[in-house]
C-alpha cells in the first residue's frame, strides 16, 4: 500500500496554497485563526471575503473537483477535495462552501437532469450558498421523529413547521430541508428532501448564539412556505435515503478536525516552547495527539478513496467523524493546560494569551460530538454495520 501522494497532487497542493496567499488579505491567518470554513458568525466582516473567495475557488473548478465534466467538474478524486480542505484550513482561508460541496454528491446521484442544471452551476461557481434544516426541537438524533410537514396541492407542496441548529441560514440562499410528506406513515417512511430557495415567503430566520457568542446556528420557521414540486429531491418517501446519503458526504467532507486539530497544537507547541511550560508529561501528551492527528487523516482518506471507487462508505464515515470531533475537543483540552491560568480569557482582553485562542476553540469544540450527527449516533453505525451487533 502506498500512502503517499502522487507529484499531480503534490503540485496540486503547492498550487492551491500558494494561490490562497496570493488572493488573502496580508496577515490573513494571524488576524483571522478561527475562522476557516465556517465564516457565518461574523458575516459582517467575513462574508464578503468569504464570498469573493468562493467565485474565486470557482473560477479555478476547485469547488467541483470530483464531479462529471459534463456538470461543470473536473473528473477528479475526493482525494484531491481534501487536498484542497487541508490547503484552505492551515490558512484559516473561506470559500470552501462546505455545505453546497456535500449536497452537490446528493445532487448528482438522486437529483434529475433539470435539478443538475438549476442547482450544480451556483455552486461550481461559488456564486450560491447552501444550508441544511434537519433538526427540530423535538427531533435531533432521533431525526426520523421530524414533524414539519409538506402537503401537495397543485404543483407546489406547501410547508409548515419548525428546524432548529441550521447552520449558517442567515447567510446562505438555498436549503437542503427534510420534511414529512405523509403524516399517517411509518416513521422513516413518508419523508422527502427538499431544495429551498431562502427567499420565499413564509420563512422566518432566528439566530441561536453559540457557546462563544456568536451568531452561527439559527432556528427557522415555516409558514405556509410553498416549494414547486419539480424541487423535490428523490420522491417523496425517498428523503430519508437521500438524507442517510448527504449526511456520509458530510461528516467525511464537511471540515477536517484532524486538519484544524493539527494546526492548533503546532500554534500551540511554538507557545509552550516560548513560554518554557512544556513539561515531559505534556511533551508526551502532544506527540501522542500529533500522531492521532495522523491516524484521523487517514481514516478521513480511507472514505475518500472509497466514495472515489463508487463503493459505500457510510462506516468509514461515522469512523472519521466520531474519531476526529472527539479528537479536536482532546487538543482543545490540551490548551487549555498549556496555557494554565490565562485559558479561560476570550479575545478582546489583554490578559489573553493566544488572543483567546484556548478559550474560544475549548467551547466551540464542545459541539462537533453533536454536529453532523452524535458520537452516539456514529457509534450505532459502527456496531450496527460494521460490527454486525444486534440493536438490543
Same mark, same amino acid.
Given at each position: 500500500? +502506498?500512502?503517499?501522494?502522487? #507529484?499531480?497532487?503534490?503540485?496540486?497542493?503547492?498550487?492551491?496554497?500558494?494561490?490562497?496567499?496570493?488572493? !488573502?488579505?496580508?496577515?490573513?491567518? &494571524?488576524?483571522?485563526?478561527?475562522?476557516?470554513?465556517?465564516?457565518?458568525?461574523?458575516? /459582517?466582516?467575513?462574508?464578503?471575503?468569504?464570498?469573493?473567495?468562493?467565485?474565486?475557488?470557482?473560477?479555478?473548478?476547485?469547488?467541483?473537483?470530483?464531479?462529471?465534466?459534463? =456538470?461543470?467538474?473536473?473528473?477528479?478524486?475526493?482525494? /484531491?477535495?481534501?487536498?484542497?480542505?487541508?490547503?484552505?484550513?492551515?490558512?484559516?482561508?473561506?470559500?470552501?462552501?462546505?455545505?453546497?460541496?456535500?449536497?452537490?454528491?446528493?445532487?448528482?446521484?438522486?437529483?434529475?437532469?433539470?435539478?443538475?442544471?438549476?442547482?450544480? #452551476?451556483?455552486?461550481?461557481?461559488?456564486?450560491?450558498?447552501?444550508?441544511?434544516?434537519?433538526?427540530?426541537?423535538?427531533?435531533?438524533? +432521533?431525526? *426520523?421523529?421530524?414533524?414539519?410537514?409538506?402537503?401537495?396541492?397543485?404543483?407546489?407542496?406547501?410547508?409548515?413547521?419548525?428546524?432548529?441548529?441550521?447552520?449558517?441560514?442567515?447567510?446562505? +440562499?438555498?436549503?437542503?430541508?427534510?420534511?414529512?410528506?405523509?403524516?399517517?406513515? %411509518?416513521?422513516?417512511?413518508?419523508?422527502? *428532501?427538499?431544495?429551498?430557495?431562502?427567499?420565499?415567503?413564509?420563512?422566518?430566520?432566528?439566530?441561536?448564539?453559540?457557546?462563544?457568542?456568536?451568531?452561527?446556528?439559527?432556528?427557522?420557521?415555516? /409558514?405556509?412556505?410553498?416549494?414547486?414540486?419539480?424541487?423535490?429531491?428523490?420522491?417523496?418517501?425517498?428523503?430519508?435515503?437521500?438524507?442517510?446519503?448527504?449526511?456520509? =458526504?458530510?461528516?467525511?467532507? $464537511?471540515?477536517?478536525?484532524?486538519?484544524?486539530?493539527?494546526?492548533?497544537?503546532?500554534?500551540?507547541?511554538?507557545?509552550?516552547?516560548?513560554?518554557? $511550560?512544556?513539561?515531559?508529561? %505534556?511533551?508526551? &501528551?502532544?506527540?501522542?495527539?500529533? *500522531?492521532? $492527528?495522523?491516524?484521523?487523516? %487517514?481514516?478521513?482518506?480511507?472514505?475518500?478513496?472509497?466514495? +472515489?471507487?463508487?463503493?459505500?462508505?457510510?462506516?468509514?464515515?461515522?469512523?472519521?467523524?466520531?474519531?476526529?470531533?472527539?479528537?479536536?475537543? &482532546?487538543?482543545?483540552? %490540551?490548551?487549555?493546560?498549556?496555557?494554565?491560568?490565562?485559558?479561560?480569557?476570550?479575545?478582546?482582553?489583554?490578559?489573553?494569551?493566544?488572543?483567546?485562542?484556548?478559550?474560544?476553540?475549548?467551547?466551540?469544540?464542545?459541539?462537533?460530538?453533536?454536529?453532523?450527527?452524535?458520537?452516539?449516533?456514529?457509534?450505532?453505525?459502527?456496531?450496527? &454495520?460494521?460490527?454486525? !451487533?444486534?440493536?438490543?
Amino acid at each position: 500500500m +502506498d500512502f503517499e501522494f502522487t #507529484p499531480v497532487q503534490e503540485a496540486f497542493r503547492l498550487e492551491v496554497r500558494e494561490f490562497i496567499r496570493g488572493k !488573502l488579505p496580508k496577515d490573513w491567518a &494571524r488576524n483571522h485563526w478561527k475562522y476557516g470554513f465556517d465564516f457565518y458568525s461574523d458575516l /459582517d466582516e467575513l462574508g464578503p471575503v468569504a464570498r469573493m473567495m468562493s467565485k474565486e475557488l470557482g473560477a479555478k473548478g476547485w469547488l467541483s473537483i470530483p464531479w462529471p465534466k459534463q =456538470y461543470g467538474g473536473q473528473e477528479g478524486s475526493y482525494i /484531491d477535495q481534501l487536498i484542497l480542505a487541508e490547503e484552505l484550513a492551515a490558512q484559516h482561508c473561506p470559500g470552501l462552501e462546505i455545505f453546497g460541496s456535500v449536497i452537490a454528491p446528493v445532487l448528482l446521484e438522486y437529483g434529475t437532469e433539470e435539478q443538475k442544471k438549476k442547482f450544480l #452551476p451556483g455552486i461550481s461557481t461559488g456564486t450560491e450558498f447552501w444550508c441544511e434544516s434537519l433538526s427540530e426541537p423535538d427531533a435531533g438524533s +432521533d431525526l *426520523a421523529s421530524l414533524k414539519t410537514l409538506t402537503l401537495l396541492q397543485g404543483d407546489h407542496y406547501i410547508i409548515n413547521g419548525q428546524k432548529v441548529w441550521t447552520s449558517g441560514a442567515h447567510g446562505a +440562499d438555498r436549503m437542503f430541508l427534510l420534511a414529512r410528506t405523509d403524516p399517517r406513515s %411509518l416513521k422513516h417512511h413518508g419523508l422527502g *428532501a427538499f431544495l429551498v430557495d431562502l427567499k420565499t415567503p413564509g420563512i422566518t430566520v432566528s439566530p441561536l448564539i453559540n457557546a462563544v457568542g456568536e451568531h452561527e446556528f439559527n432556528e427557522i420557521f415555516f /409558514d405556509d412556505v410553498r416549494v414547486p414540486q419539480e424541487d423535490l429531491l428523490g420522491d417523496g418517501n425517498s428523503g430519508w435515503r437521500v438524507t442517510m446519503r448527504l449526511l456520509d =458526504y458530510e461528516r467525511t467532507f $464537511c471540515v477536517p478536525f484532524y486538519a484544524e486539530a493539527q494546526h492548533y497544537l503546532e500554534n500551540l507547541i511554538e507557545y509552550a516552547r516560548q513560554a518554557g $511550560c512544556l513539561n515531559p508529561a %505534556l511533551r508526551e &501528551r502532544t506527540a501522542q495527539l500529533l *500522531a492521532e $492527528c495522523k491516524a484521523a487523516q %487517514l481514516l478521513t482518506y480511507r472514505a475518500a478513496s472509497l466514495a +472515489d471507487m463508487g463503493l459505500p462508505f457510510s462506516i468509514e464515515a461515522a469512523m472519521s467523524k466520531v474519531f476526529g470531533s472527539e479528537l479536536n475537543q &482532546r487538543v482543545a483540552t %490540551l490548551g487549555m493546560e498549556i496555557v494554565g491560568p490565562h485559558s479561560g480569557l476570550l479575545e478582546g482582553s489583554k490578559w489573553a494569551a493566544m488572543d483567546g485562542q484556548a478559550a474560544w476553540r475549548y467551547l466551540r469544540s464542545l459541539g462537533n460530538t453533536l454536529e453532523m450527527g452524535t458520537s452516539e449516533v456514529d457509534r450505532i453505525v459502527l456496531a450496527q &454495520r460494521g460490527l454486525g !451487533l444486534p440493536r438490543e
